[in-house]
């Protein structure tokens, strides 16, 4: 059957297609880059992937020659081609080649013609379906292109009326063709008297140079665009009215102008903004110089201030590192101020990042407020602590960020030295108050001075009365062999010691072994190199010295002279009490002795009567012990038989001074009667005063235990 003969045929000719696939398309491929150029915008990758899909469908409808598959394998061509943008005669470019290359791969025999006809049938019938599917297309992408345009038009219309700028489009001849609201209501045409409006009217201006029509024309002529021009057109009234114009030329798709697209603004008031802003400028411009000026000065006068300071003051940023410091500064630290600028403020203070200037200037940053008396230590050049007081406070910008930290810190040696000093002289005035023999604190005051200088001797040497020579009245040294004192006193003449005392001056001594005086005699083997001594002064009068000795050289060179001689002053106010003490206390001893020593009664009182010592021997006459006696009145103890008597004996005494061998009767502590007779004297003080009254008893008889009741009997 012939239906069935061509079955057969379109079969062998799929199979034959199929088989031929990979070679077809290799040279389709190859061959297609030189005759259809629109292959060349494609990756070789893609057009092998669509070159694959159309084959597959040309070999389907190979076999089945329905028109279903022809239409299939058409508008699938189609699509693709059009998606890269082919034309059409290069579409049917792509398909002759395709069709030969086919052709050329049905091997020769009885059966190629028909196999060939076959394939021209098939390609025949493809290309008329490939014109029809084109065709529809074509008019599908018409219709679509229409609807764009027919919207882009009505947006384009929206947004020319909406703008605030006036629109002109013209033809070559600038006859206008378009136009917006704003260009109406600024030219003062209606819409009907703007369209169509020929030249010279409404861009012909006063001035050749600056009107519209010139513009235009330059537009049209060079067919390049025209920017930020200014220009006058002709409003309906022909009154002429300044504008900022834009001219474009309008070019056809094939870049051929066929017009113009001005876009205007009206410039009046910007020309009025532009007075005013003239007029402001010239005003901001004074005021800029005027507060440029004061800025300066100020500048100036804070520059002369930090110049001046005597606190040093740095500027940081927030990460710590030193943007700019003063003269002060770079003094204090023993530096050139330039040399300060990228130091992380850390590295300046003693403890490093762990400083409390560190910790304070991370809490002004982090917080934004300020730390004020923060007190530490900075390192100078040689590396030596610098005690300082510092305030922190925030440097913020206009809109009140934290951008760095200013710290003003202050020299606090002196501070703190004074400090020290005043609590040293505190300490030992309270030491010497709580004592009278100044041998038994001599240590502690040593230990105290010891806060303001080091020094491994310090001692005291008193003139020894009646004589030109000095005593080591106390002594303190750091070790045993700093103890030692000279065998003999301490001359006046040869000595550093008379050197002070005749001058009344302080002397230093830097190293003993060059100084030939007394004192290196003892000083030097004890390992004594440097000498200090003060004058003790009491009553105007210098009475000896205040000594320090030290094992190294010049071991005394920069000293507080001023606190060394207010505690000089002390110490020696202090040594003239502890003198008087031992005397007082030696004149105490002697004094009980001395009545020890008197075989009879002695009774001591004041001047009102009232017993302030007595003997052992009056103890044995009275019946009373001495603590029961002392701080009584003797007529409480003796109990006179005549009191009136006795009042007159003591007023005697006190007038005429003394009274000798009287008796008086009184009783014992027992109630037996007891008879003395006793002298009494006053004692005067070196004033020639009336101190006390010293009575000795004698001839004391006392009764016997009967005699009291034989006088009852």
Not at 136 to 159: A, G, K, P, W
């Amino acid at each position: 059957m012939p239906s069935a003969v061509e079955d057969v045929r379109r079969e062998a000719l799929g199979k034959l297609l199929s088989r031929a696939k990979r070679d077809v398309l290799a040279e389709w491929q190859a061959r297609r880059t030189a005759d259809v150029p629109a292959t060349r915008r494609l990756s070789s990758q893609d057009l092998r992937r669509e070159d694959s899909e159309l084959f597959d469908l040309m070999v389907e409808a190979a076999r089945t020659g329905l028109t279903e598959g022809l239409s299939r394998f058409a508008t699938t061509v189609i699509e693709r081609r059009f998606q890269h943008q082919f034309l059409a005669e290069e579409i049917l470019a792509e398909t002759t080649l395709l069709r030969r290359l086919c052709e050329e791969r049905i091997p020769q025999g009885d059966r190629r013609a028909e196999l060939v006809g076959l394939l021209s049938d098939i390609f025949d019938a493809h290309v008329q379906e490939l014109f029809r599917v084109a065709t529809e297309f074509l008019l599908l992408r018409v219709d679509q292109r229409t609807s764009q345009l027919e919207r882009f038009y009505s947006f384009s219309e929206v947004i020319l009326n909406t703008m605030e700028d006036g629109v002109l489009v013209t033809d070559l001849q600038g006859r206008v063709v378009k136009t917006n609201r704003a260009a109406q209501e600024l030219l003062r045409y209606a819409e009907d008297e703007l369209l169509g409006l020929a030249p010279p009217y409404p861009f012909c201006g006063p001035s050749q140079e600056i009107c519209g029509r010139s513009i235009v024309d330059e537009c049209l002529r060079d067919g390049r665009a025209v920017h930020h021009a200014e220009a006058v057109f002709q409003t309906r009234d022909r009154q002429p009215r300044p504008f900022h114009v834009t001219a474009v030329p309008v070019r056809n798709h094939m870049d051929e102008v066929t017009g113009t697209l001005v876009v205007f603004r009206d410039l009046r008031e910007t020309k009025n903004l532009v007075a005013e802003l003239r007029l402001s400028k010239a005003s901001l411009e004074e005021r800029v110089i005027e507060r440029t000026r004061r800025i300066e000065d100020e500048k100036a006068r804070l520059e002369r201030i930090l110049r001046n300071l005597f606190d040093m003051v740095f500027i940081l940023d927030v990460e710590g590192l030193v943007i700019e410091a003063n003269e002060a500064a770079g003094l204090a630290l023993g530096v050139e101020t330039s040399r300060l600028a990228g130091r992380p403020f850390g590295e300046l203070a003693a403890d490093g990042d762990e400083s409390a200037m560190e910790r304070a200037r991370r809490r002004c940053v982090s917080r934004g407020e300020s730390v004020p008396d923060v007190e530490d230590r900075l390192l100078d050049s040689s590396l030596g602590p610098l005690a300082v007081a510092a305030n922190f406070a925030p440097l913020r910008d206009a809109e009140g960020a934290v951008q760095g930290v200013v710290c003003v810190a202050r020299d606090i040696r002196e501070r703190l030295a004074f400090e020290t000093r005043q609590s040293v002289t505190a300490n030992i005035n309270r030491i010497l108050a709580g004592t009278l023999d100044l041998r038994t604190r001599f240590d502690a005051i040593a230990e105290e001075l010891r806060r303001l200088f080091d020094f491994d001797r310090m001692s005291v040497a008193v003139e020894i009365p009646g004589t030109r020579s000095f005593d080591v009245f106390a002594v303190v040294g750091r070790s045993q062999e700093h103890l030692a004192v000279p065998k003999r006193p301490i001359p006046l003449d040869g000595s550093l010691v008379g050197i002070v005392v005749r001058e009344n001056r302080i002397v230093r001594v830097p190293d003993l072994l060059q100084k030939d005086c007394f004192e290196s005699g003892f000083l030097v083997p004890a390992g004594i190199r440097a000498t200090l001594a003060l004058p003790l002064v009491a009553n105007g009068r210098v009475f000896g010295t205040l000594n320090f000795g030290s094992r190294r050289v010049d071991g005394f060179e920069s000293l507080p002279e001023d606190t060394l001689k207010e505690i000089a002053g002390q110490l020696a106010v202090a040594v003239t009490n502890s003198r008087i003490h031992s005397a007082t206390a030696y004149a105490a001893e002697l004094h009980s002795a001395v009545l020890s020593a008197i075989p009879d009664p002695v009774l001591i009182t004041d001047l009102s009567g009232c017993i302030l010592h007595v003997n052992a021997h009056a103890e044995a006459v009275s019946g009373y012990a001495s603590e029961e006696m002392v701080g009584r009145s003797w007529v409480a103890v003796t109990r006179p038989v005549d009191l009136e008597e006795a009042r007159r004996v003591h007023e005697e005494i006190l007038s005429a001074g003394w009274v000798a061998r009287r008796r008086i009767t009184g009783l014992h502590r027992d109630g037996r009667r007891l008879t003395v007779e006793f002298s009494s004297g006053l004692v005067r003080d070196p004033q020639g005063r009336p101190h006390e009254i010293i009575t000795i008893l004698r001839e004391a008889h006392v009764e016997s235990a009967e005699a009291p009741e034989e006088r009852a009997a």
